[in-house]
């Protein structure tokens, strides 16, 4: 199993740029979610997704989008990318809820200029 | 408004004396809690959760403690080894174990010295 996966490692982008970030996992779970951490900060639950078609909202919604159209992936797309929005990216993943263990990807960093 | 508070950034131990890594929250309904540690570069990974009808639990070199009263939980890591050096956060949750949010702390930075 590849576990979590999370593409790009980093990234790059211009005020006002958008972008997806990429998630999937090969473990049938159920239960993904996205994160942000910023420095000196713990992490932030962004979205949530309790199966395919069926998503919620997090602490930190704004600005961003997710969908779940199958199971194994939770794309996280950036609609119109600000400074605020420097951060790393982590995608986890959970057989149910979080009594589960929950597994991380290694993180995507991003940075707005 | 931070509802779980780690207090301490960092802390420095010597190898094979015991870590203890505290947490504070404020959320009186706040009933589940876990520890997640984080190396550099990595993303974080699941250690030990305790749910709120407990006040230990334990898991080899790792155990959780819990004191409802105080709104006050600990990690003590006994005993210490190097590979321990991590970050560890403090996460909880309000609706037990079936919820599906986590409330994450700051983290602590702990270092093991050899």
Request: glycine residues 8%; neutral net charge; proline residues 5%.
């Amino acid at each position: 199993n590849a576990g979590v996966t999370q593409t790009p490692k980093f990234q790059v982008l211009k005020t006002g740029q958008s972008m997806t970030l990429q998630c999937a996992q090969d473990m049938n779970h159920e239960y993904m979610s996205w994160y942000r951490q910023d420095p000196g900060m713990g992490l932030r639950l962004i979205h949530y997704s309790v199966g395919a078609g069926i998503t919620d909202q997090g602490e930190v919604p704004n600005g961003y989008n997710v969908s779940r159209s199958t199971t194994e992936d939770f794309p996280l797309r950036l609609l119109s990318a600000a400074p605020s929005q420097t951060s790393v990216y982590f995608c986890a993943s959970s057989y149910d809820r979080i009594s589960y263990e929950q597994y991380f990807g290694p993180g995507t960093r991003l940075t707005v200029t | 408004d931070q509802q779980v508070k780690q207090n301490s950034p960092s802390l420095s131990v010597q190898e094979g004396r015991i870590s203890i890594l505290n947490c504070d929250y404020t959320n009186s309904m706040f009933d589940y809690f876990l520890w997640y540690k984080k190396y550099p570069a990595e993303g974080p990974t699941f250690l030990i959760s305790i749910s709120s009808i407990k006040d230990k639990n334990e898991d080899g070199r790792f155990t959780v403690f819990l004191n409802k009263s105080a709104k006050h939980l600990s990690l003590h890591i006994v005993p210490s080894q190097p590979g321990d050096s991590a970050v560890y956060f403090c996460a909880a949750s309000a609706g037990g174990a079936g919820s599906y949010q986590l409330t994450f702390g700051k983290g602590t930075k702990l270092s093991v010295i050899p």
